[in-house]
Every structure is written in structure tokens, then in C-alpha cells.
């Protein structure tokens, strides 16, 4: 007597063909969990060797100066000496020429055409601040000349001020008069805060040489830390190049880009040494790493890709 086909072994066999199913696709993967693991644990040991590889570099790399724009600090053995060197006309100048640059900004795209209410609002609230800075300006204690040159920078924002309130408008070409117009203040005010800077800068550093042997000496390296757009012609770059003799970014003198934090530019130092002894182990080019490992080899891929 055959026997009877129950749903029950209908079920059974659904699930045995499923299972073998199943085993076929995942024939190929056998051990590959196991595998997945260890390469991501090599990995990870990877990354901590070379981890601990970089803080050793930065050990070993002798006195390192920081610079932010208003503090420098000397990094070496277990001291941290810091000096805050920029005096309040250095920022009172950067100050006010920040003035007309402001009123530029909220102006440069309403221009030829009705200033909105909430402009509008935005104008007058700058105006207040513009009017207490301009009283407030023969109490900095700066020279007559320079005091003059601050005034009529103050002067012509507030003009231009009054007169996009008053209208409600403001043209292109007045914008552009006022800008071409300050121009010769801003540049004055610029050349006495560059010479102010520097002159501070080096009243430091050669404080700090007094300090160090000449082979310690030989040995600084200098982080400048600063946004991306000044960082062509950058002063800090351009004083400490000259001081150590070199010719800018390079093995003495590190621009931290878009880095304010002191410790994360002690990592980027670290890394940059550790990369340049790699860079001459493996590869005999010092600064190999510092380029994109992969960028050469692209490059010969780009040209014969494009050459199709």
C-alpha cells in the first residue's frame, strides 16, 4: 500500500530543497567570515602600529613652536611656554578694516534693486555697532596718523550707510566707489599690522633662541595653524621661512590648514614626519607620502583612458 503525501511532507520537502538551495549559493563562502576577521584585525593592528609609530616621531622631533595668529607657544621636553604678542592695536586695526568689508557683504548681492525689510534691519543694526565703535575709537590710544586712517575708513562705512538706508537701494558702481575708495586705508593699515606682527614675532622667537643650543635650534620645527585662504603669501609662513632659512612649507615649517586645535596639529606634525620616513625607506623620496599614494599610478590610467 503506497503511502499517503501529507501536507506535512509537502512542508518537509519545501525546506530540504530550500536548504540545499541555500548551501549551493553559499558553497563559495565557506570560511569567508573567518577570513573577513582577521583582515580587519590586521588592519586595525596596522593602524595602531603606525599610531604609536607617529606619537613616537613627534617624541623624538625636538622643540616645536605653534602659531594661531594671537598665540605662540614653544612645545619641548615636558614645558609649554605660550605668549599672547599681538597688541590691541593689532586687532583694533584688523578691526576696522573689517568695517567696510562687513557693510561690502551685506550689500554685494542686493544691489541695483529695493533692500528687503529684514536688510534693511540688518543695516541699521550695523550702523549702531559702527556708531559705537566710532566713538569709542579716540580712547584705543593710537597714534594721530593712525587714528586718522581709522577715522575716515569709519567715516566712509557710515556714509555708504546712510545712504543705502535713506534710499532703500544702493547701485553697484556707488558700491564699488566706496570699496576702490577705502582701498588706500585698508592698504596703510595692512602695512602697520604687518610690520607690527612681524616685529612682535620676532621679539619672541629671539627670546626663545636665547634659550635653545644651536642644535636644538637646528631641530625646530614651526606650526602655522590658519583658515585655507590665506594660506599663499601667509605672513607667518613667509617670517618663520626666513628666520630658519628655508623656503617655505617644507620639512621645518608645517601649515595646518582649517586646524585650531593644538594637539591635532601636534598629530598632523607626527604624521607628516612618520610619512617622510616612510617615504625615504620605501620609496627613496622623502615626500612620497605626501603626495596621494595612489596619484601617479592614476595618472597613467587617466591618460590612457582619455587618449580612447
Not at 541699521?124 to 593712525?146: F, M
Request: net charge positive; proline share 4%; glycine share 6%.
Amino acid at each position: 500500500m503506497a503511502k499517503r503525501f501529507t501536507p506535512s511532507a509537502a512542508l518537509a520537502l519545501i525546506l530540504l530543497g530550500a536548504l540545499l538551495a541555500a548551501g549551493d549559493a553559499a558553497a563559495p563562502r565557506v570560511g569567508r567570515p573567518a577570513a573577513d576577521e582577521s583582515f580587519k584585525e590586521v588592519n586595525a593592528a596596522a593602524r595602531a602600529a603606525y599610531r604609536r609609530a607617529r606619537e613616537e616621531s613627534l617624541a623624538r622631533s625636538g622643540p616645536v613652536v605653534l602659531f594661531d595668529g594671537d598665540e605662540l607657544v614653544l612645545r619641548y621636553g615636558l614645558q609649554r611656554l605660550s605668549a599672547r604678542f599681538a597688541p590691541e592695536k593689532h586687532h583694533d586695526l584688523k578691526t576696522i578694516s573689517h568695517v567696510p568689508l562687513g557693510l561690502h557683504a551685506l550689500l554685494v548681492h542686493r544691489v541695483g534693486r529695493p533692500l528687503a525689510d529684514d536688510r534693511l534691519f540688518d543695516l541699521r543694526c550695523y550702523r549702531a555697532l559702527v556708531l559705537a565703535v566710532e566713538k569709542a575709537l579716540p580712547e584705543r590710544g593710537l597714534g594721530r596718523a593712525t587714528l586718522a586712517r581709522q577715522q575716515q575708513i569709519v567715516a566712509a562705512s557710515l556714509k555708504l550707510l546712510e545712504r543705502a538706508l535713506d534710499r532703500q537701494r544702493i547701485e553697484r558702481k556707488e558700491l564699488v566707489a566706496f570699496a576702490r575708495g577705502v582701498r588706500p586705508l585698508l592698504e596703510a593699515s595692512a602695512v602697520e599690522a604687518a610690520r607690527g606682527e612681524i616685529d612682535a614675532l620676532h621679539r619672541q622667537m629671539t627670546t626663545w633662541r636665547a634659550r635653545l643650543t644651536e642644535k636644538e635650534w637646528k631641530r625646530l620645527t614651526v606650526i602655522v595653524m590658519g583658515s585655507q585662504m590665506p594660506r599663499k603669501d601667509n605672513l607667518a609662513v613667509q617670517y618663520f621661512a626666513r628666520l630658519l632659512g628655508e623656503k617655505g612649507e617644507g620639512k621645518r615649517i608645517v601649515y595646518a590648514e582649517a586646524i585650531f586645535d593644538e594637539t591635532k596639529a601636534l598629530a598632523l606634525l607626527g604624521t607628516r614626519l612618520l610619512d617622510t620616513r616612510i617615504g625615504e625607506d620605501f620609496f627613496d623620496d622623502p615626500l612620497r607620502m605626501h603626495r596621494d599614494l595612489l596619484g601617479d599610478a592614476g595618472k597613467v590610467h587617466l591618460d590612457e583612458l582619455f587618449a580612447k
